[in-house]
């Protein structure tokens, strides 16, 4: 089982944010948004792999884990009834996250 890290994923995230040279205040309100159910993320990944089998248990966890990440960050993308591109971009990649899980 491939996943991303916490490090990895706002890595990737920040790359996005700024790939047009300034973080917008709706961009951090996102990446504000999805930091703490991203470290749980990453906490539940890490126990879940510790033994090297992840079980179904662990494994629904962690879907549900990423589900809310992408419900977390779509609703701050959509608060003020704009989708800009980059609020887009990083929607895509964390539902990129998301399907990861359901294809594993």
């Known amino acids: 089982m491939s996943k991303k890290t916490f490090n990895e994923v706002m890595e990737k995230l920040f790359s996005i944010a700024t790939a047009d040279g300034i973080i917008t205040e709706d961009e951090q309100e996102i990446l504000d948004a999805v930091n703490e159910e991203l470290r749980s993320y990453d906490w539940s990944l ?24 992408v419900k977390k960050a779509k609703t701050q993308a959509l608060k003020d009834g704009v989708l800009t591109s980059d609020e887009f971009n990083l929607l895509i990649e964390l539902y990129d996250l998301d399907e990861k899980d359901e294809s594993e």
């Open 46 to 69: 890490s126990t879940a792999t510790s033994d090297g089998v992840i079980s179904p248990t662990k494994a629904s966890m962690i879907k549900a884990i990423c589900s809310r990440i």
